[in-house]
T-cell receptor, first 114, second 111 residues
């Protein structure tokens, strides 16, 4: 069964809206989670590393004020796309690593900004 | 993480073995070879990983060359549901290291 759960699976909203995506580790604690973005016909691009109890680490070129990450508990990380615009439309995916296992990925969130 | 090179696309007849190659000539001694696949509009799915020995599980087999500079993922009897993008990734195991994706191989299983 799934070990990493994302919610919602799909979001459609108007330009200027802020959208929050949740990533949960199921049955294990994850002090670190990762957020990726994937545009059509492209590979996954790492956006940031989410660290429980501390600030996220963002990859070069990713705006930290645009993509707010909160990792307030050992099983939940959230990504908030602030004031979303059509160019933020993408497939957002999170991942976490259960103990003694490889990274597992959520099923992704399809974000469409109108 | 060491860089990997994969062919952009491959076709395979249904029921036949699919052999997906990956080059990782700069792999370090402590780096593992991981394979994931991504079916359309889903998150990546872990398939298999190995260090230097060949590995097999219920999904696939992984053959790593003796010099560890390349590997092959084998799906023994491909089905239509195996149509996906397959990613070969090299990284050290342990800790909380990020997974960096290359462009992968788009495998099309043909009826």
């Amino acid at each position: 069964g799934a070990v990493v759960s994302q919610h919602p699976s799909r979001v459609i909203c108007k330009s200027g809206t802020s959208v929050k995506i949740e990533c949960r580790s199921l049955d294990f604690q994850a002090t670190t989670m990762f957020w990726y973005r994937q545009f059509p016909k492209q590979s996954l691009m790492l956006m940031a590393t989410s660290n429980e109890g501390s600030k996220a680490t963002y990859e070069q070129g990713v705006e930290k004020d645009k993509f707010l990450i909160n990792h307030a508990s050992l099983t939940l990380s959230t990504l908030t796309v602030t004031s979303a615009h059509p160019e933020d439309s993408s497939f957002y995916i999170c991942s976490a690593r259960p103990p003694d296992q490889p990274q597992h990925f959520g099923d992704g969130t399809r974000l469409s900004i109108l | 993480d060491a860089k990997t090179t994969q062919p952009p696309s491959m076709d395979c007849a249904e029921g036949r073995a699919a052999n997906l190659p990956c080059n990782h000539s700069t792999i370090s001694g402590n780096e593992y070879v991981y394979w994931y696949r991504q079916i359309h509009s889903q998150g990546p799915q872990y398939i298999i990983h190995g260090l230097k020995n060949n590995e097999t599980n219920e999904m696939a087999s992984l053959i790593i060359t003796e010099d560890r500079k390349s590997s092959t993922l084998i799906l023994p009897h491909a089905t239509l549901r195996d149509t996906a993008v397959y990613y070969c990734i090299v990284r050290a195991s342990g800790g909380y290291q990020k997974v960096t994706f290359g462009t992968g191989t788009k495998l099309q299983v043909i009826p």
